[in-house]
């Protein structure tokens, strides 16, 4: 599978019609998504590998991560309706195949466990103030390696936070992601959001003999 039959696969999974904006709930574009995984499997953190999805929603993330090889994803997210949806794209994925995922009915804070990655696209914390802070903390707690959604004006935040921690960022893409029309609030059909993609590394500090 290439990275366009990835998208492709992705654009056909559903996503729930009755979003939460005290959670922040957007739909991730199959493109970026597609492109973001792909990217993540070109690094080498995917095919083999245990993967987290945390915020999982109607599981994008998780499911292409096991599309292209990964042993096993977990699948997190704290609403129930959400993990519902997600379940029924596995199946549609997988069609017939064999994909081995957890699905994990919680708030963030109560994932226990050790990743190989974590994959995730948090609350950008416009609704809860730190809700993205709390998703980056929970991550690095879990997994060496982290691809992380947030607003490109929050990125000093994010590496700040990842130096405080132990990591750094490794690399770093851009996109403008669509928001969709998806709450009475909005007034325009689609909108569009600065997002960066960032992977999160735990840093190695090699001590040198003399």
Not at 86 to 97: I, R
């Amino acid at each position: 599978m290439n990275k366009r039959e990835l998208a492709i696969l992705l654009s056909k999974l559903d996503s729930s019609k009755d979003k939460n904006v005290k959670l922040e709930q957007y739909q991730t574009d199959s493109e970026i998504a597609g492109e973001v995984i792909w990217n993540a499997f070109m690094l080498g953190d995917i095919e083999g590998k245990v993967i987290a999805d945390f915020g999982c929603g109607n599981g994008i993330l998780g499911i292409g991560a096991l599309v292209l090889g990964a042993s096993k994803a977990t699948l997190v997210d704290i609403d129930e309706k959400a993990i519902s949806i997600a379940k029924e794209n596995l199946k549609k994925a997988a069609n017939g195949k064999k994909l081995n995922a957890l699905f994990e009915n919680k708030n963030i804070s109560k994932v226990k466990g050790r990743f190989d990655t974590v994959l995730q696209n948090p609350p950008f914390g416009t609704k809860t103030e730190h809700a993205d802070r709390e998703f980056l903390l929970k991550a690095m707690e879990c997994s060496d390696v982290v691809y992380s959604f947030h607003k490109s004006s929050t990125e000093s935040f994010v590496k700040a936070i990842a130096k405080d921690n132990g990591f750094e960022v490794t690399h770093k893409w851009l996109y403008k992601f669509p928001l969709k029309h998806s709450y009475e609030f909005h007034r325009k059909k689609v909108a569009y959001a600065d997002v960066g993609v960032y992977r999160l590394a735990r840093a190695i500090h090699q001590c040198i003999l003399w």
